[in-house]
C-alpha cells in the first residue's frame, strides 16, 4: 500500500495557476511583451535624428511636442507645416522641422479651454521601440519637456514604471530599406 500525502488547498490551486499562467499563449499588449520606461525618458525623432528628453503621460491621449514658429505652406496640393524646436544641445539655438499637416485637433486645456492645434505624424525611436502616431503642435517652452508622449504613442508597446526615469536610452534598429540604400 502506498502512503499518502496530504497536499493544503492552497498549495494545489498556486501550483494549478502555475502551470496554467506558464501555459498560456503570449498575447501582443500583455506585460511581458511591452517595453518598461520610467515618466521621463530620452526619444529620438527619428527623420531628423534629434533626440529629446520627453515626459511619458499615461493620463494624456495624445502626444505633443513643442513647435515654435509655426507657420502652414502648400506642397505637392497638401497643406504643411514649419516650425521650430529647440536645440536640445543649445537652449538658444533652434531646429527647423517641417511636416504634412494631418488635421487640427481641438485640446481642452486643464482650465477648460479649447486650444486648436495642428497635429502632424512623429516616428519616434522610445527605449527598443520605433513607434508612429499623431502629434500636436504646441508652443511647450513654459513647461519643463518639449516632447509630452501621450498614450496614442504608448499603447501596446510600452509599460510605464511611474517610480523610475531613464530606463533605456533611445536604441531602435535601422530600417532594412535604410541599409539596402547604403550598399
Excluded at 493620463?59 to 504643411?80: H, K
Excluded at 524646436?85 to 499637416?101: G, K, S, V, W
Excluded at 519616434?124 to 508612429?132: F, M, T
Amino acid at each position: 500500500m502506498r502512503p499518502t500525502v496530504s497536499v493544503p488547498k492552497s498549495a494545489a490551486v498556486f501550483v494549478a495557476l502555475l502551470t496554467a499562467v506558464a501555459h498560456a499563449p503570449s498575447i501582443a499588449g500583455t506585460p511581458s511583451s511591452l517595453t518598461i520606461l520610467g515618466t521621463v525618458e530620452d526619444a529620438t525623432i527619428l527623420e531628423e535624428d534629434i533626440t529629446l528628453e520627453g515626459r511619458l503621460d499615461t493620463g494624456a491621449t495624445s502626444s505633443s511636442l513643442n513647435a515654435l514658429q509655426q507657420e502652414t505652406f502648400e506642397r505637392d496640393d497638401a497643406e504643411w507645416i514649419r516650425f521650430e524646436i529647440i536645440d536640445p544641445h543649445n537652449e538658444d539655438a533652434r531646429i527647423t522641422l517641417e511636416r504634412p499637416i494631418e488635421r487640427s485637433a481641438r485640446i481642452r486645456q486643464h482650465s477648460g479651454e479649447l486650444d486648436e492645434r495642428h497635429v502632424v505624424r512623429l516616428e519616434l525611436c522610445l527605449g527598443d521601440r520605433k513607434i508612429e502616431a499623431d502629434t500636436t503642435l504646441v508652443d511647450r517652452t513654459e513647461l519643463t519637456y518639449q516632447l509630452l508622449v501621450g498614450r496614442s504613442h504608448m499603447a501596446g508597446h510600452i509599460l510605464v514604471d511611474s517610480g523610475h526615469e531613464h530606463l533605456l536610452p533611445p536604441d531602435c534598429p535601422a530600417d532594412e530599406d535604410s541599409s539596402d540604400a547604403d550598399e
